[in-house]
């Protein structure tokens, strides 16, 4: 209750001293703008509103992000070990090859970033999206954090706690050298290439965390994944040799291009780079996990507590057939209950929520979208808080809906990522804000 409470304080700040909170907001506003908090080559949608967290939210997400990887890590051992639990997922026969290759280090997922929807009120918890492929957001966070810190946002509330950010690059560096040195048993720095797929410029969190890397003593590059080779067992970026890989690639996107990008999959299945994180955790990404987790039969493994938590944290999820009348019938009937989302999709693309669409409409999706690898899941409740709105002539108290991100690295949470907006999705796709997150203990 102590963090909700945080909100009304700060609204309670604004409009006792508008005029220097506006002021204040404009310059925040230029220092966001010449940031790298880059969004596809343009400066980050954000909100001039700390995101307030204290120990009780913060310990919170740590227990129950434990006792989820807890599960998850079964699942993907399940998938190792049992050729009949694998049909349940549907992957391609490369895509599994890929999968059961050991990765040489004892982390099935090394970076995640886990989705949750968090009533501060109740503390109630619902995941909503397992992201193991190919995360982001850390420069956002940290750069609206490192702007916003400085702010009279945080100014204001020093004088009775201590505010802390989330430290998300070089603990992120420790944590994949840590996962290449029990894959080369060897303490030295490797060759590291951060590799993903490119239209244009990569992108400025890349360039960030390669100077990270370079700080802690590893040469780094950004590189396509279609521009390399692999020669003698080893894996090069022209005279570039590269010793670990920190894949961004989303798995599918490798699949697709199974053809191009021939060298990248050679060295991985080869085991002579150290790919970090491991293709092993589509098991997870994948959200057909919510379904087969869902599904008793399907999941023997789980312990009476740990369906218990899977009943009560992740929404009910199943396979959408749109041929199965039956299904089809349920849909329709309880449409402002349910959403249709594709397996295996970012950035909310294709998540179609039965609230926003009239019967007809929904019907229409049914038909012509939903029509393959689609998932029909419980609509949760979304959380809401009031987010300040600045522009140039006032601000506005506004209730938002927003989505809790949890990174995850080796298994543990590293730091908190928030998105916001008005609409049911929250995602690139519709209106999107990020906002600063603050960890606040009383002095």
Same mark, same amino acid.
Not at 179 to 194: C, F, L, M, R, T
Not at 307 to 329: C, W
């Given at each position: 209750m102590q963090a909700k409470k945080l909100f009304n304080t700060y609204q309670d700040y604004v409009k006792e001293d508008l005029k220097e909170y506006k002021e204040n907001y404009e310059r925040v506003f230029q220092e966001v703008e010449d940031s790298p908090a880059k969004y596809k080559g343009k400066p980050v949608e954000f909100l001039y509103q700390p995101m307030f967290f204290t120990d009780v939210e913060i310990d919170r997400f740590r227990e129950l992000t434990d006792q989820l990887m807890v599960i998850l890590n079964k699942v993907i051992d399940e998938y190792i070990q049992n050729p009949a639990f694998r049909k349940h997922f549907g992957f391609s026969p490369l895509l599994e090859k890929m999968i059961l290759k050991d990765p040489g280090y004892d982390v099935n997922v090394p970076m995640g970033r886990f989705d949750i929807f968090y009533h501060y009120d109740t503390g109630d918890f619902q995941f909503c999206e397992l992201n193991a492929d190919g995360s982001s957001g850390m420069i956002e966070q940290r750069e609206l954090q490192k702007i916003i810190e400085k702010s009279k946002a945080i100014e204001d509330f020093s004088g009775q706690y201590q505010v802390e950010g989330f430290e998300l690059f070089d603990s992120w560096v420790e944590a994949l050298l840590k996962n290449y040195k029990e894959y080369s048993k060897k303490d030295v720095k490797p060759q590291v290439a951060i590799v993903d797929f490119f239209k244009a410029e990569p992108p400025s969190e890349f360039i960030e965390f390669q100077k990270a890397f370079e700080a802690k003593g590893c040469p780094t590059i950004v590189v396509d994944p279609r521009n390399l080779e692999y020669r003698d067992g080893n894996l090069f970026y022209q005279n570039f040799r590269i010793d670990c890989v920190y894949r961004r690639t989303v798995t599918w996107e490798i699949i697709e291009h199974a053809e191009e990008v021939k060298a990248y999959i050679d060295a991985y299945l080869d085991g002579n780079v150290c790919f970090v994180g491991p293709i092993r955790s589509q098991v997870i990404h994948n959200k057909a996990v919510f379904a087969i987790l869902h599904d008793k039969e399907k999941t023997p493994f789980l312990t009476p507590e740990e369906r218990t938590f899977v009943e009560r944290h992740i929404p009910y999820t199943s396979f959408f057939d749109n041929q199965n009348q039956g299904v089809v019938a349920y849909a329709l009937e309880n449409k402002d209950k349910l959403v249709l989302k594709p397996m295996d999709r970012y950035a909310s693309n294709g998540v179609k929520i039965g609230e926003d669409y009239s019967l007809e409409e929904w019907k229409k999706i049914i038909e012509e979208e939903a029509v393959e690898e689609y998932l029909l899941?419980?609509?949760?409740?979304?959380?809401?808080?009031?987010?300040? %709105?600045?522009? %140039?002539?006032?601000?506005?108290?506004?209730?938002?809906?927003?989505?809790?991100?949890?990174?995850?690295?080796?298994?543990?949470?590293?730091?908190?990522?928030? %998105?916001?907006?008005?609409?049911?999705?929250?995602?690139?796709?519709v209106e999107c804000f990020t906002v600063p997150n603050f960890l606040f203990r009383k002095k």
């Amino acid at each position: 209750m102590q963090a909700k409470k945080l909100f009304n304080t700060y609204q309670d700040y604004v409009k006792e001293d508008l005029k220097e909170y506006k002021e204040n907001y404009e310059r925040v506003f230029q220092e966001v703008e010449d940031s790298p908090a880059k969004y596809k080559g343009k400066p980050v949608e954000f909100l001039y509103q700390p995101m307030f967290f204290t120990d009780v939210e913060i310990d919170r997400f740590r227990e129950l992000t434990d006792q989820l990887m807890v599960i998850l890590n079964k699942v993907i051992d399940e998938y190792i070990q049992n050729p009949a639990f694998r049909k349940h997922f549907g992957f391609s026969p490369l895509l599994e090859k890929m999968i059961l290759k050991d990765p040489g280090y004892d982390v099935n997922v090394p970076m995640g970033r886990f989705d949750i929807f968090y009533h501060y009120d109740t503390g109630d918890f619902q995941f909503c999206e397992l992201n193991a492929d190919g995360s982001s957001g850390m420069i956002e966070q940290r750069e609206l954090q490192k702007i916003i810190e400085k702010s009279k946002a945080i100014e204001d509330f020093s004088g009775q706690y201590q505010v802390e950010g989330f430290e998300l690059f070089d603990s992120w560096v420790e944590a994949l050298l840590k996962n290449y040195k029990e894959y080369s048993k060897k303490d030295v720095k490797p060759q590291v290439a951060i590799v993903d797929f490119f239209k244009a410029e990569p992108p400025s969190e890349f360039i960030e965390f390669q100077k990270a890397f370079e700080a802690k003593g590893c040469p780094t590059i950004v590189v396509d994944p279609r521009n390399l080779e692999y020669r003698d067992g080893n894996l090069f970026y022209q005279n570039f040799r590269i010793d670990c890989v920190y894949r961004r690639t989303v798995t599918w996107e490798i699949i697709e291009h199974a053809e191009e990008v021939k060298a990248y999959i050679d060295a991985y299945l080869d085991g002579n780079v150290c790919f970090v994180g491991p293709i092993r955790s589509q098991v997870i990404h994948n959200k057909a996990v919510f379904a087969i987790l869902h599904d008793k039969e399907k999941t023997p493994f789980l312990t009476p507590e740990e369906r218990t938590f899977v009943e009560r944290h992740i929404p009910y999820t199943s396979f959408f057939d749109n041929q199965n009348q039956g299904v089809v019938a349920y849909a329709l009937e309880n449409k402002d209950k349910l959403v249709l989302k594709p397996m295996d999709r970012y950035a909310s693309n294709g998540v179609k929520i039965g609230e926003d669409y009239s019967l007809e409409e929904w019907k229409k999706i049914i038909e012509e979208e939903a029509v393959e690898e689609y998932l029909l899941q419980a609509f949760c409740k979304v959380p809401k808080a009031p987010m300040a %709105r600045f522009d %140039r002539e006032d601000v506005k108290f506004i209730d938002h809906n927003y989505i809790i991100g949890l990174f995850m690295y080796n298994g543990k949470m590293q730091g908190v990522y928030t %998105r916001t907006g008005t609409h049911n999705i929250i995602g690139s796709i519709v209106e999107c804000f990020t906002v600063p997150n603050f960890l606040f203990r009383k002095k």
